[in-house]
């Protein structure tokens, strides 16, 4: 059974940046099938593709936030990482990680509400 | 605004048939299969159908179907713990990027 599991600071001030941490289990993260994205859902609205990761390195992003993201990851930790910056209050959300082959995601992950405010 | 479009909501009575629709263009839905996700009460979102595949574990009540650019999900025989919110996404190959729908919300009545 995949799962996948968010970790990192639930509060970041403006124009800092917002680190999170998806550890993955029941799969191996150098998998050449599956994508490894973030997705995230502001409060009282639908869910937004930030991006996804192929464990070549290869790297896809939502052109509305491409200036501020970066996602990476760690073969040996099976881990992979999202990182935010300059971020303000719309970038408030429960952010997802997740695994999908292409167009779709199978398996998500449980969330982390991340605040913005001061 | 979303790149797919799905209905704002939906409501059925127990044990009817209803229909879920997301509607794109040729550069996503025309092109790609379509994932349909559940999200009840705001929880994590689970998959309940990619392409015309069930994953395991959902019931077969559920299927999947598309035609052009736009895709369905049909529940067959509603019950109580369908009352969910639904989203679809799939590739969009001009914005080079995965997109959702804004979501339906489904009452069961």
């Known amino acids: 059974q995949v799962q996948l599991q968010e970790s990192g600071p639930g509060l970041v001030k403006p124009s800092q940046t917002l680190s999170l941490t998806c550890t993955v289990s029941?799969?191996?993260?150098?998998?050449?099938?599956?994508?490894w994205a973030w997705i995230r859902q502001p409060p009282g609205k639908g869910l937004e593709w930030i991006g996804y990761?192929?464990?070549?390195?290869?790297?896809y992003y939502n052109p509305s936030l491409k200036s501020r993201v970066t996602i990476s990851v760690d073969m040996s930790k099976n881990h992979f990482s999202l990182n935010l910056t300059s971020v303000t209050a719309a970038d408030t959300a429960v952010y997802y990680c997740?695994?999908?082959?292409?167009?779709?995601?199978?398996?998500w992950g449980q969330g982390a509400l991340v605040t913005v405010s001061s | 605004q979303s790149a797919l479009t799905q209905e704002a909501s939906v409501s059925g009575t127990v044990g009817q048939k209803v229909t879920l629709s997301c509607t794109g263009n040729?550069?996503?839905?025309?092109?790609?299969?379509v994932g349909w996700y559940q999200q009840i009460s705001h929880g994590s979102p689970k998959t309940v159908m990619f392409?015309?595949s069930l994953p395991s574990g959902i019931p077969d009540r559920f299927s999947g179907s598309k035609s052009g650019t736009t895709a369905s999900l049909t529940i067959s025989g509603l019950q109580p713990e369908d009352e969910a919110d639904y989203y679809c996404?799939?590739?969009?190959?001009?914005?080079?990027?995965?997109?959702f729908g804004g979501g339906t919300k489904l009452t069961v009545l």
């Open positions: 029941g799969d191996s993260i150098s998998s050449d099938f599956y994508y």
């Open positions: 990761i192929f464990y070549s390195g290869n790297t």
């Open positions: 997740a695994r999908g082959p292409t167009a779709w995601v199978d398996y």
């Open positions: 996404s799939t590739w969009d190959y001009s914005l080079n990027a995965q997109v």
């Open positions: 040729s550069n996503n839905i025309g092109s790609y299969a």
């Open positions: 392409g015309n």
